[in-house]
């Protein structure tokens, strides 16, 4: 058996259109679009090209984009009167700060001092607790896992009923993911057990898996005999094995590698998601949703 691959690159091109069509429909009838505002503090270059992605497809769907690019010794004075200058601004409905932030910045204060209700990255307290909560209390979803949760409807997989496991117990993906497939509702509904660096048998968890979702940052952990047949494999890893020259560019480019040995698991699995060009694409995608839903949000029509 041969699974079929659930492609990040293309469901982004559905949803960037559907997203493309609504902000010029909101433009027309209430004469706004929404803004999102990136703040990119230092040089480190794998935030600046996130950060470059993120306003380019912002730019793409028709929103107001801001990049605001700030010095690596800024300090956390600063930092938190330019978010709060952010937070007060009527044409911005989504603050981002690029994450790692230099050392003598504490995240936790930083991202506590964003507006909730512009939180698109769902970082802060008060929506982690909404999205526990679940149902119309959500409002902004943490990115990667709602792209996770879309990327498996969209496939058409069944969630009611099924046994959900999930690999790895970050804020980011892990907790969230699992607290999403528990809820009631679409794309959700499942019976869900998170394993980690704690767990006793892990090979044993994963087989009983019919939607196995992995984020533990371990290049090729998970090994096919881990893989019931038919399940759906949604992995998250993104390790940095080496470089290459790209073919298209001439320049070094990183190769990637799952968390998955997707090689041999594509042979068992019924649903699995590449490598890169499979969950990745969808986290910026889902930025740009949620930066939608707080312009409807704040307009009452979400
Ligand atoms: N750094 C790497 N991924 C992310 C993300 O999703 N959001 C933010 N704010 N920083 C990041």
């Known amino acids: 058996m ?3 691959l659930i492609k990040g690159t293309e469901i982004r091109e559905q949803i960037l259109e559907e997203i493309t069509a609504e902000v010029a429909q909101i433009k027309e009838q209430h004469g706004v679009v929404p803004g999102l505002v990136t703040i990119l ?4 270059p794998a935030s600046i090209s996130y950060v470059t992605l993120k306003i380019k497809t912002a730019h793409r769907v028709g929103f107001h984009e801001v990049q605001d690019s700030q010095p690596v010794d800024i300090s956390e004075a600063d930092l938190l009167a330019l978010i709060e200058k952010y937070n007060n601004d009527d044409a911005i409905n989504g603050i981002l700060v690029q994450l790692p932030l230099p050392k003598h910045i504490d995240e936790k204060k930083v991202l506590n001092a964003i507006d909730p209700d512009k939180d698109v990255d769902g970082f802060h307290p008060v929506n982690v607790g909404r999205l526990m909560i679940g149902g119309d ?3 902004f979803p943490p990115c990667t896992p709602a792209g996770i949760q879309e990327m498996i409807v969209r496939a058409g997989v069944e969630t009611k009923g099924a046994e959900v496991v999930v690999v790895g117990r970050s804020n980011i993906v892990g907790k969230p993911i699992a607290n999403m497939m528990l809820q009631k509702g679409v794309g959700a509904n499942s019976t869900v057990t998170i394993v980690h660096t704690g767990t006793k048998d892990l090979a044993a968890h994963c087989k009983r898996a019919d ?4 984020a533990a940052g371990v290049p090729d952990l998970v090994k096919p005999e881990w893989i019931k047949e038919g399940a759906c ?12 020259i790209s073919e298209k560019t001439g320049k070094k480019i990183a190769i990637l590698k799952g968390d998955v040995d997707f090689e041999a698991a594509k042979e068992i699995a019924g649903y699995i998601t590449p490598v890169p060009g499979g969950v990745g694409p969808m986290t910026i995608t889902m930025l740009m949703l949620n ?3 707080s312009l409807k949000f704040k307009l009452g029509v979400a």
């Open 2 to 4: 041969t699974a079929t």
């Open 41 to 44: 503090i230092g040089e480190n």
């Open 137 to 139: 209390e959500v409002k």
């Open 211 to 214: 939607i196995l979702i992995v």
């Open 233 to 244: 494999v949604i992995d998250v890893g993104v390790n940095r094995v080496g470089e290459k």
């Open 291 to 293: 930066t939608l839903k």
